[in-house]
């Protein structure tokens, strides 16, 4: 797997106050999760007719365990609850959302804006960097004491 560019200025997280509380539930309202083949390493258990391999260059979200449709929009939601996305566009919707697990693993959702469909996958050890920032920053956002 080739290390992916993570020096994108797209690729940044907005600022907590981009988005007040009920903007961000009105785009968690917007947006939806949809996997992509690419990103699983056993598509046919997610139903892609036909069952395709993963791309050798994309990061698949299953490499750790399964992660099904449902749980995948719920972290989608979540981390566009806890204002964990990237600056949105003229539309409102952001490029980037991420989410971190019970088993604290980083996920990042990526969709193309206007598109508020999104696809997913977890930030591999490549991204360590970026696990870290993600990381740290859920913790201040979302487990607060």
């Known amino acids: 797997m080739t290390r992916r560019q993570s020096n994108r200025p797209d690729r940044r997280l907005a600022p907590e106050e981009t988005l007040a509380a009920e903007g961000r539930r009105a785009l968690a309202a917007r947006v939806r ?9 056993t598509p046919g258990d997610y139903g892609f007719v036909p069952p395709v391999s993963p791309r050798p260059s994309k990061s698949p979200c299953d490499d750790l365990r399964p992660i099904m449709r449902e749980e995948a929009a719920n972290l989608l939601r979540s981390g566009v609850l806890a ?14 959302v991420w989410a971190v697990d019970a088993g604290n693993e980083v996920y990042e959702a990526k ?5 508020t469909v999104y696809h997913g996958y977890r930030l591999g050890e490549d991204e360590s960097d970026m696990r870290r920032s993600i990381l740290a920053e859920w913790r201040k956002r979302c487990v607060r004491t």
């Open 33 to 41: 999760y949809e996997g992509m083949a690419t990103h699983k390493l």
């Open 83 to 96: 204002g964990m996305f990237s600056r949105p566009d003229n539309s409102g919707i952001p490029k980037y």
């Open 111 to 115: 969709t193309n804006p206007p598109n």
